[in-house]
């Protein structure tokens, strides 16, 4: 049974939100730049975290998400706004949603537990948490070639695509969206490069992730000084850089 003493939730401002964003962006994505802002208005307040290239916006979002206060249902044109578990380490998950079926919407309420002992019960002041990804020239050049390259020409794409939204240019964002793009190498995102670290044979809690442009092995031995583990597994991308998995030797499968 739950156990969220509602409307007793401790009060969180924006700007402790912003820091708590900053600081969640910093473990899951340590090798990238963000900047994040914050916006005060009388409607209330929003983050805005941005970034050029890197991971694609679906994996930021999941990661900076769980600190929005608020909640909007399009359906029936309501706001509301949702409690959350603090854990000491900074971590929030949804501890109590009202939702919108009770008003003819169509978001369900929730209900949960607190994850830990240690966790307290907070309300964050920002209302929406907002991912924005830039790409670089150099991103849009290279997945505009891997088009290229599959369908012969910008026509051709167009002919086979006459419905789609946005064209040519909606076809390089949403290819966008399911790469990261880091030291001029796209690589997957999201299950994709799940299904790397299962290939490699080591769970995410146990090994690192590296992009390194020029896979050799003077260039694999410097990055593993900065990364754990004895033994690298890396996946080749175009001949001429990849992703490399470090860790223990243990922990990683047979080649």
């Not at 593993?224 to 990849?242: I, P």
Request: glycine share 12%.
């Amino acid at each position: 049974m739950a156990s969220v003493e509602i409307g007793r939730a401790e009060w969180l401002d924006a700007a402790e939100v912003a820091r708590l964003v900053r600081a969640a962006l910093r473990r899951a994505f340590p090798a990238d730049r963000f900047s994040v802002r914050l916006r005060r208005g009388a409607g209330g307040s929003s983050i805005r975290a941005s970034w050029t290239d890197g991971p694609p916006a679906g994996s930021v979002e999941a990661v900076i998400g769980p600190y929005a206060g608020g909640r909007f249902d399009a359906m029936v044109d309501l706001a509301y706004r949702v409690e959350h578990w603090l854990e000491p380490d900074g971590r929030a998950t949804l501890a109590y949603s009202p939702g919108t079926e009770g008003s003819r919407g169509s978001h369900p309420g929730a209900l949960a537990d607190p994850p830990s002992p240690d966790a307290r019960l907070v309300r964050f002041g920002a209302d929406h948490v907002f991912a924005v990804r830039d790409l670089s020239a150099a991103f849009r050049e290279a997945i505009e070639a891997e088009l290229l390259e599959q369908w012969g020409s910008e026509a051709n794409w167009i002919e086979q695509h006459r419905d789609a939204y946005g064209g040519w240019a909606g076809a390089i964002w949403r290819r966008s969206c399911e790469l990261e793009y880091r030291a001029g190498i796209m690589l997957p995102a999201g299950p994709e490069l799940e299904r790397i670290y299962r290939r490699s044979g080591c769970e995410p809690e146990r090994c690192e992730v590296a992009v390194i442009a020029v896979l050799t092995k003077a260039s694999i031995a410097g990055t593993r000084a900065t990364h754990s583990g004895d033994r690298a597994r890396c996946v080749l991308n175009r001949g001429h850089g990849g992703l490399c998995v470090f860790g223990p030797a243990g922990e990683l499968g047979p080649r």
